[in-house]
């Protein structure tokens, strides 16, 4: 029996899946440092334009696969205005508009929870019991890491509208992207879903936000790691995991992510997380592994 290739492993996916929780979690901060020099839409336009610079090269060289039908290129634009317009825009403008980090990490980590009721509704996935309570698990894990820095007194109205447009985004952009575009090659989706993202967030970035850009070499660097590092690599490795296991277990991933960001506070900053974030962080692992982990072929362990 052949064995599979390394692409096609479980350790493939591994690597993905740690690839994409470690530039998730650095994302928070690379956001956090552009905004210090341009607005949400400004900074999103300006962090797609590099984006698209970027792809252009790529495609053409690779000459990848285009969509075949207006109908399959409507679902990639569709996509990709869920992932990376609404979901960023919303994210993007909690912070500007002052809600803690804390609070934006603990809303966007329900996407595993409402990812899970939305498959096991209309999806047709079953998970079992141990799958649900890592569920429940990871998500009470997240709110002990960052409940130290959760202080509702800064939670506006605009902020929680925008957290939940964030939310919102991102989990109908990721199943949207598993169920109507399981075979675009990404790289032409991402060309396509910049382009067009640029088309939405440039006039809202003259009209709402004058275009203002404080420049500096903080926000050069905070672009290209996010483009690179995060819209183009991470969301990658994200549908490339979609395509290939649960959508449970691969958005189970998200409650890893604010792990990075207090261990990326620990090293930049100094902060030592608190002994409760510390307890937290055991119990996000613990959640995470209930719902990800898959008995060994031929095992009888229930999936």
Known sequence: MPQPSFLQSRAFETLLAWYFVSVWGSGFLATKIGLQHAAPF???TLRFAFGLACLIPIVLI????WPTSRRELGHVIAGGLLMHAVHLSGSHYTQYLGISAGITALILSVQP?????IAARWMGERLSPRQWWGVVAGLAGVALIVWH????????????????VALAGVTAGTLYHRVFCPVVDLRVAALVQFAVTIAVLSPLAWLVEGFVVKWSW????????????????AVSALHTLMRRG????VTSLVYLTPIFAVGLELLMFGEVPSALSIVGIVVTCFGVALVAWRPPPGGNAAA
């Open 246 to 249: 649960q959508a449970t277990r």
């Open 42 to 44: 400004t900074f999103l």
């Open 218 to 233: 903080a926000l050069a660097g905070s672009v290209a790691f996010l483009v690179i590092g995060a819209s183009i690599l």
């Open 149 to 164: 820095k959760v202080d509702v007194r800064e939670a506006s109205i605009g902020s929680l509208v925008a957290v939940t």
């Open 62 to 65: 690779t000459q990848p696969r």
């Open 113 to 117: 929870l409402v990812t899970a009721l």
